[in-house]
Every structure is written in C-alpha cells, then in structure tokens.
C-alpha cells in the first residue's frame, strides 16, 4: 500500500506540474491581454485544454493505458442527471434573485436572441422562450463541451480517480475542488474572469462555488466510472449560468454581487447541493476498488 501511495503522488504531482506549466503560458497572454476575449477566444480555449493536455502526456510518462481516463460512456441516467443539475441549482439561485429584486427577469432578450440566431422577427415571447431554450440546450451544450472537455480529460478524467484511491470522497472532492479553483485565480484576479465586483468577494465566491460542486463532479465521476458525466455537468454548467440565467437577468443595483460564478447566491445553493451527494458517499465503490478502473 505504501508503493502504491507513493506511485499515486508522483502521478497527482507529475500531472499538477504539467498542468500549471502549460497554462502558465496562457495565463501571461490573457493577463498581458486583459481579457479572455483576445486571441478571437483562443487563449481561454487553450488555456481551458490545458489540464487535458497534461493529463495525456502524464498517463504517457506514466505509461499508462488511455483508456484508464474514463472514456466509457457508462449508464446513460448519470449523463442526463449530469445534464439536468446544474440546470436545477442555477435555476434555484436565479429564482431566489428575482423573487427579492437582487435582480430582474428580462423576457426581450429571448425575442431578441430569436432573432440573433435564428433570423425570427416580431415573435411573440412564448414561441421566443421555446425555441431559444431549444437551441441553447441542444446546440450550446454541444459547443460548450468542445471546451469544457479539455478541463475534464484532466481534472476528473485523472486527478480524481487517483485521489480517490488513497483520499476517499470528501478529501478527493475538497483537493481536487481547491486546486480547481486555485487554477482559475489567475485571471479572476488579473483579468476579466469576474463580474467587477470587488476581486477578494469575486474570489471567495467563486472559491466557495467550485468547492462545493465539486463534490457533485466527483460523485458523478466515481459513481459511473465516466469522465463524460463531469464533461456534460461542466458544460451544462457553463451554458446555463453564463449563456442563459445571467443575461437574462437585468441590473437593479447591487446585482453583480448576487448573480453568476462570482456573486453569494449561487454558491449557497450549491452547498446544499454538496452536502446532499455528500450523505450519498457511501453508495460509491471504495477507493481501493478504483485502482482495477472497474465499474458496474
């Protein structure tokens, strides 16, 4: 046991390393930047490819068979959920805005967004919501995975299973969630990644959020054995609170500092969240299960 303690640290460090090297680069041109946007986007796209990239080239050195990152598909209930939580949770924070004005419904900007991507003018706001809601969870989710993959491959498609084999659930969830966070720090501090409120509540937040949904990518990622379930929740995640429910929700003040990855509101929401996959630990398989990459 001590062998292979030690075999999984030189991996966790080997792929962190890798990781934070690779990504150094990117850091240096979107804080030279000032902004995710430069680069026509493909800076964060690189950046965001990062933690893949080193996951591969570790499982290489390592070497390691591909296939111990979780390519299987697994049950195809763990991807739906995967899909639909993030949904729900932000949903749930974004209701609690609206009902006490930390911010308003904006119902135009479905009808303008049916004319932006689909050419439709004059529709009428329920066709709008319909067919808009359609076209961002069919075809978004599909895009916002192209990006979220690259992140996945190596947080959850590697650093989660071999902390799981020694750490157990709640560790696993904490470190790989802290080192998560600390790996978007960077630009929420010296560039864009923020909503403008104050950096030190912008990274609190934000450190809270990652924390706590990470105990639902890490449960998802255990339970099925599939690296995709993580994909689909980061992607639908990312869809559903920067595509949707942030535009759709208009200043009344002091929004900013309730609204998005970097406001109070979401990240108790995803708390709750957390503690309930947290009493749920138990229906995971135990970590030295994990060290075989076999699943039912």
């Not at 680069?39 to 965001?48: C, D, F, T, W």
């Not at 498609?157 to 960077?186: A, C, D, M, R």
């Not at 990652?210 to 869809?239: C, D, E, M, P, Q």
Request: charged residues 10%; hydrophobic residues 50%; glycine residues 8%.
């Amino acid at each position: 046991m001590e062998i292979s303690n030690k075999r999984n640290t030189k991996a966790t460090l080997t792929f962190l390393l890798l990781t934070f090297a690779l990504s150094g680069i990117f850091y240096y041109l979107i804080i030279d930047s000032g902004t995710m946007a430069d680069g026509n986007q493909l800076y964060i796209l690189g950046l965001m490819w990062c933690p893949g990239f080193a996951a591969i080239i570790t499982t290489f050195i390592l070497k390691r068979n591909l296939k111990k990152l979780g390519w299987e598909w697994g049950r195809t209930k763990y991807q739906l959920q995967s899909y639909f939580i993030p949904l729900l949770y932000t949903f749930v924070a974004y209701i609690i805005v609206w009902i006490f004005q930390f911010g308003s419904l904006s119902t135009v900007w479905f009808q303008e967004k049916a004319n932006e991507f689909l050419g439709l003018e004059e529709i009428n706001f329920v066709p709008a919501f319909v067919l808009v809601m359609l076209f961002i969870g069919i075809v978004g989710v599909i895009n916002s995975a192209l990006t979220a993959a690259g992140e996945e491959i190596g947080w959850r498609g590697f650093l989660v299973p071999e902390l799981y084999k020694s750490q157990g659930f709640t560790k696993t969830s904490l470190i790989s969630g802290f080192i998560w966070g600390i790996w978007h720090l960077p630009i929420v501090v010296f560039a864009d990644y923020n909503s403008g409120t104050p950096i030190l509540f912008s990274a609190i937040c934000f450190m809270l959020l990652i924390l706590s949904i990470s105990f639902i990518y890490t449960w998802y990622r255990i339970k099925s054995g599939s690296l995709w379930t993580a994909v689909i929740l980061h992607s639908s995640h990312n869809l559903f609170i920067q595509g949707l429910f942030t535009p759709i929700t208009e200043d009344t003040g002091n929004t900013a500092f309730y609204i998005d990855e970097f406001g109070i509101i979401l990240p108790l929401v995803t708390i709750g969240f957390a503690v309930y996959f947290w009493t749920k630990r138990k229906e995971l398989k135990p970590g030295i299960e994990i060290l075989s990459y076999s699943y039912s």
